[in-house]
């Protein structure tokens, strides 16, 4: 964790309270804070784009977006991974319609430009052709000019991708500063691969309340009812007690990162006979009966059962899963998941996992159907004139706070039934939104107090 930076003056000017726990309804609602946050934030942060897995080879592609905009990312031939706004330079139409594949070229279906996607001729995104050149343009049409827009800096952490349009960002490896200790906690658990295709689906929700739910433990065990009453019918899991506080810790870093991790398994190995269980997912705890995988995690990392972790801004991680919710409008977010599956598990054991994967989360999925519909309507409450002035409350534990600095993890804070997640969240984002330069906030602070 972090310090608070300096930005009572930015959040004044959100309309924010955060030292009172308060957050105006306002900016959930109002078009002109949408604006501003595509400028500010998705223009300028670091956003998850996929994994280096779903590209191997030269020409391999996939198509996502980076907030509102259509992006491609491809491989090339010297093996560098690209990303290029999916937009052609003529009409500005998509020059690629599919979810991913390989290909050599993108063809523009609405007058033929045509552009080298594996960098072969020219450079990836590059155009090569134009039909019509000598009868339309008198051959005085200059190509390298009109190649596809890169995305200004793409850089991989251990495999995921990430891009930003602002080429006076930070590295990626100083963006997720601290709370790559906790990234490298998932992937060290096993030789973790991202699943085939391509899920995807739409919420009449704003992206904030789905960002800010990644550091909010107290929701789960009263939302979540009906799917733990399932779950118990399924396969005899306990259903947890309302109320009850799950052992566990909160990390908040730089940049406005946030986590939650609930603690408690110790040296227990699943029952691999027993298939799906809720607190124990078969694939996720297999690296359990692995001593060297122990050994390298450490006491706490191992004492980690379940963790949602959010990657400012919009980057949720929950077991394996990496959901990205991009904005597309005030009250209407897209939500694309890429899943990874330890390979060097059993292949019923990697069914299993993703059996699970898919029924906990997703457009289908138990957990995500209760999550989204809270979503929506949280949105919806947002939007109501009679009630505008009226705050919402995130002053959980606002004054509780017990820091540990070990050296074990970044300091981390003793609970995870807080708000100082949220807080942290929403005080990144109102200097965010300020404009101010880079880093944002302040990369000198200490270890100091939430608030």
């Not at 390989?102 to 590059?126: I, M």
Request: proline share 6%; charged share 25%.
């Amino acid at each position: 964790m972090t310090g608070a930076p300096n930005n009572a003056a930015d959040e004044a000017a959100a309309g924010l309270d955060l030292r009172r726990g308060l957050v105006p309804r306002s900016i959930f609602a109002d078009p002109s804070v949408y604006d501003l946050e595509q400028q500010q934030i998705f223009r300028r942060c670091w956003l998850f784009l996929g994994h280096e897995g779903q590209i191997p080879n030269t020409g391999d592609y996939l198509t996502t977006r980076m907030a509102d905009t259509n992006i491609i990312v491809c491989r090339d031939v010297d093996g560098h991974v690209r990303a290029l706004v999916n937009s052609c330079r003529h009409r500005g139409n998509a020059v690629c319609r599919t979810d991913g594949g390989n290909s050599r070229t993108f063809t523009c279906p609405y007058h033929g430009w045509a552009y080298d996607l594996q960098g072969k001729r020219v450079e990836s995104g590059g155009l090569i052709n134009v039909p019509g050149m000598k009868p339309y343009y008198n051959d005085k049409l200059d190509l390298n000019e009109w190649g596809l827009v890169p995305v200004a800096k793409v850089e991989s952490y251990r495999g995921l991708i990430f891009g930003t349009f602002d080429p006076e960002a930070p590295t990626l490896e100083e963006f997720l500063g601290e709370m790559r200790w906790a990234i490298d906690m998932i992937l060290d658990r096993g030789d973790l691969r991202p699943t085939p295709g391509v899920v995807r689906w739409r919420s009449d929700a704003n992206w904030k309340f789905a960002a800010d739910n990644g550091g909010d433990n107290a929701h789960v065990q009263i939302t979540h009812r009906s799917a733990f009453l399932a779950f118990s019918k399924l396969n005899g899991a306990p259903v947890p007690k309302v109320g009850t506080a799950n052992p566990g810790f909160t990390i908040l870093t730089k940049y406005g990162h946030m986590g939650n991790f609930q603690t408690g398994l110790g040296n227990h190995k699943p029952d691999l006979s027993k298939g799906f269980q809720f607190a124990s997912n078969t694939g996720m705890e297999y690296w359990r009966n692995r001593p060297e995988t122990i050994a390298k995690l450490g006491p706490l990392k191992t004492s980690v059962m379940r963790y949602n972790i959010n990657i400012f801004p919009n980057l949720f991680i929950i077991d394996r899963l990496f959901i990205v919710r991009h904005p597309v409008a005030p009250s209407e977010m897209e939500q694309r998941f890429t899943a990874l599956y330890d390979a060097s598990t059993p292949e019923h054991v990697q069914a299993e996992e993703l059996r699970t994967t898919y029924r906990r989360l997703g457009p289908t999925g138990f957990l995500e159907q209760e999550d989204g519909e809270n979503f929506i309507e949280s949105t919806r409450g947002t939007s109501y004139s009679t009630v505008m002035d009226r705050d919402l409350n995130y002053a959980m534990g606002i004054d509780e706070q017990e820091i540990v600095d070990d050296g074990q993890s970044p300091p981390r804070i003793t609970t995870m039934l807080n708000e100082h997640g949220q807080l942290w969240f929403y005080r990144n984002w109102a200097a965010a939104v300020s404009g101010r330069p880079w880093p944002l906030p302040h990369p000198e602070a200490k270890v100091e107090a939430v608030r």
